[in-house]
């Protein structure tokens, strides 16, 4: 029942709404995939969808792997303070996302941001960080800090169920902490590092909020298209065109899902190899 209403229902009412069209002339008619194949040829739509899929192959690796860093380097038992360091970086996971934009984007400010600061204070010039060429790399910044504490508490859950006896076992072969690492760690955080890539995944491809709050500091970089969701928002409550941004948001579900999926299907597929 709660997955009919929650999530079932919200879905097949938007594939209902993108099978329509309001007209002036004639009122809400039924277009079938008319919707879909203008956005199939919507240039908008598609440089957006490009955008968010260079921003999941860029920063959700360098995401993904400080946070198994993270994770290697706590589960070692040789840093000090191994849970106050955990704590801080699970901190920035728990500041909402419009503060964290809204944060991060006050930084980056080229007239009035600390980053531009110290690089005057240094005589050391400091790009713009609000450009367009370091747009996607600044909120790919503010994503890295937000959440790679939560991804590193997956990985260290994770870590912790692994067996004694098998670095027991280890020691005894004369391995040390780093051949511990790579053969017995990582290898056991398959299952938590592919949770995570497809959480990623699907926010990547959600990617809304930073970009929309950093709009009002950058507008000329930031339009309403610069992501899929974006696009979708503005179109229905800015645009009034709700049955074309349903279509929309069908096809950017559909994306991640495939992308998802052949994702979850490669890693089964090399783990029967191995």
Known sequence: MVFAIAIAAPLLYAVYLSLFQERLIGGTVFVGFENYTRAFGDTLFRVGLARVALFLAVQVPIMLGLALLAALIIDSGRLRWAGLFRIGIFIPYAVPAVVAALMWGYLYGPSFGLVHQVGDALDVTMPNLLSKSWMLASIGNINTWEYVGYNMLILYAAL???PEELYEAAEMDGAGAVRQAWSIKIPALRQALLLTVIFSIIG???????????QSL???VITTS???NMYAFNLAFNGQQFNYSAAIAVLLGVVTAVVAYAVQLSTARKE???
């Open 272 to 274: 029967r190899v191995l």
């Open 160 to 162: 912790r169920s692994v």
């Open 204 to 214: 990547s491809f959600q990617l809304f909020n930073e970009p929309n709050i950093i």
């Open 218 to 220: 950058a507008p000329d």
């Open 226 to 228: 610069y992501t899929p």
